[in-house]
């Protein structure tokens, strides 16, 4: 299994045969200036949340790939407008792709689509491909919720670290706790001055805590 980050939110996942484009923002991104939009065909795209910073590319990706979406009823419902297919789920609730399974769990946060309309709740989710157990948290708080995944044998989880809008690097080392995963991708950093951080203070908390945090370029892959 291979990850690619793309800057925010946004990584790129190949499992189970099939690739995976998470929160897709990278165009109004100019850390992620080096990254072609146009090059990106994946074959599914799966949306946390309907805010500007994990949708903004959403739409060009999708029309230039075919890609199927898999988001909450109500993203689906406002791509359907669009003539976009997209498979809608709800919290909780998964469903057997041909690459693996998708779960969708919860996040704590807000969530309304760029042009102002409803988006659902915002959503986290657990992939289950190749024998591998993925947490993708999207923009969420520490939350309760999290134990619920303590079981599921996570070998790794993609937690936002940037503080502010989402949890910040001391939640997200308590975050590793909850749901008993020891290998972390910090995401949803630096990309707005509120959430700038210092590199080497969130890494050493994470290390003190005894976790594996890996912090990519953008651009850069890891397999996981
Ligand atoms: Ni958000
Ligand atoms: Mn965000």
Redesign the pocket.
């Known amino acids: 299994m291979k990850i690619t980050y793309y800057g925010q939110s946004c990584v790129q996942i190949e499992a189970g045969g099939k690739t995976l484009l998470f929160d897709p923002f990278i165009s109004p991104n100019p850390m992620a200036s080096h990254i072609d939009v146009n090059s990106l065909k994946p074959d599914y795209i799966l949306v946390s949340?309907g805010?500007g910073?994990?949708v903004a590319d959403l739409v060009t990706i999708q029309k230039n790939s075919g890609a199927k979406v898999i988001c909450i009823a109500e993203i689906a419902g406002w791509l359907g407008k669009q003539d976009i297919e997209a498979h809608g789920m709800n919290i909780g609730g998964g469903y057997n792709f041909d690459f693996g399974r998708v779960k969708m769990v919860n996040a704590i946060?807000?969530?309304s689509m760029p042009d102002g309309s409803y988006g659902g709740n915002?959503a986290g989710f657990v992939i289950y491909a190749e024998g591998k157990a993925i947490y993708f948290a999207g923009?969420t708080a520490l939350t309760y919720d999290m134990k619920l995944l303590a079981d599921d044998n996570l070998d790794w989880a993609i937690l936002p670290i940037g503080d502010n809008?989402?949890m910040g690097a001391d939640d997200a080392v308590k975050a590793c706790d909850f749901i008993n995963c020891k290998n972390v991708i910090g995401v949803h950093y630096d990309s707005f001055p509120v959430i700038k951080i210092d590199k080497d203070e969130v890494m050493e908390k994470f290390v003190k805590a005894g976790l594996n945090l890996k912090l990519p370029a953008i651009g850069e892959s890891l397999s996981l």
């Open positions: 949340h805010h910073d994990h946060h807000s969530s915002p923009d809008y989402t």
